[in-house]
């Protein structure tokens, strides 16, 4: 979440195949307002990631053995458009729960994300051992990632794109956090 500036949703729902490692990139599906963006992977995080895409992998092998498995989830027209990518490793969760469980509205029986509940646990857990003074979330990673990107120099709109903000303004909110002054312009004179 904040190596790229993902929502919490954003991050739980992306698919093995939304994951490049030849260009460092993360493609992002349906995010807020249905719109669709490519963010930057940090080269930092592929072998983690690679370890991730096993262990789904694993899942996915022991899924298959099982009868009653009905592949995973599809969005929208994809299941009638792909009829056999539900049980094609590239559109499994890249972060799928650790067990198959019936789906709502028709009973199947899939492996569908983890839940955003455990995330967020984890998340506060991590900051309590931390002994942070503030509070944590998911958001303040996203927040942190826009933070730091305009504060190593990168342009509001490259930070506006990344995030996946319609209007700049929005994005203009993180140049206040920098107190660098006006627009987060670091005077030459602070150079000297």
Same mark, same amino acid.
């Given at each position: 979440? %904040? *190596?790229?500036?993902? =929502? $919490?949703?954003?991050?739980?729902?992306?698919?093995?195949?939304?994951?490049?490692?030849? %260009?460092?990139?993360?493609?992002?599906?349906?995010? &807020?307002?249905? &719109?669709?963006?490519?963010?930057? $992977?940090?080269?930092?995080?592929?072998? +983690? $990631?690679?370890?991730?895409?096993?262990?789904?992998?694993? %899942?996915?092998?022991?899924? $298959?053995?099982?009868?009653?498995?009905?592949?995973?989830?599809?969005?929208?027209?994809?299941? !009638?458009?792909?009829?056999?990518?539900?049980? +094609?490793?590239?559109?499994?969760?890249?972060?799928?729960?650790?067990?198959?469980?019936?789906?709502?509205?028709?009973?199947?029986?899939? =492996?569908?994300?983890?839940?955003?509940?455990?995330?967020?646990?984890?998340? &506060?857990?991590?900051? !309590? !051992?931390?002994?942070?003074?503030?509070?944590?979330?998911?958001?303040? #990673?996203?927040?942190?990632?826009?933070?730091?990107? #305009?504060?190593? *120099?990168?342009?509001?709109?490259?930070? @506006?794109? @990344? #995030?996946?903000?319609?209007? /700049?303004?929005?994005? @203009?909110? %993180?140049?206040? /956090?920098?107190?660098?002054?006006?627009?987060? /312009?670091?005077?030459?004179?602070?150079?000297?």
């Amino acid at each position: 979440m %904040y *190596g790229s500036g993902l =929502r $919490l949703m954003e991050l739980l729902r992306l698919r093995i195949q939304d994951i490049d490692f030849n %260009y460092s990139s993360i493609r992002i599906w349906n995010g &807020k307002g249905g &719109k669709h963006r490519q963010v930057t $992977l940090a080269p930092e995080l592929h072998e +983690e $990631l690679q370890s991730q895409i096993k262990t789904m992998q694993s %899942y996915f092998e022991q899924d $298959l053995k099982n009868k009653v498995f009905a592949g995973v989830f599809l969005p929208n027209a994809l299941a !009638k458009k792909f009829p056999n990518a539900s049980r +094609e490793i590239e559109w499994q969760f890249l972060f799928g729960s650790d067990h198959l469980s019936a789906e709502p509205a028709t009973g199947l029986i899939r =492996r569908h994300h983890i839940h955003e509940s455990s995330l967020q646990k984890t998340i &506060k857990n991590t900051a !309590k !051992k931390c002994a942070f003074n503030k509070s944590v979330s998911s958001h303040t #990673l996203r927040h942190s990632f826009a933070t730091h990107l #305009l504060a190593s *120099g990168a342009d509001i709109r490259t930070v @506006q794109e @990344q #995030l996946g903000h319609t209007d /700049v303004k929005t994005t @203009q909110i %993180y140049t206040h /956090v920098l107190k660098q002054g006006a627009n987060s /312009v670091r005077s030459p004179f602070s150079n000297l």
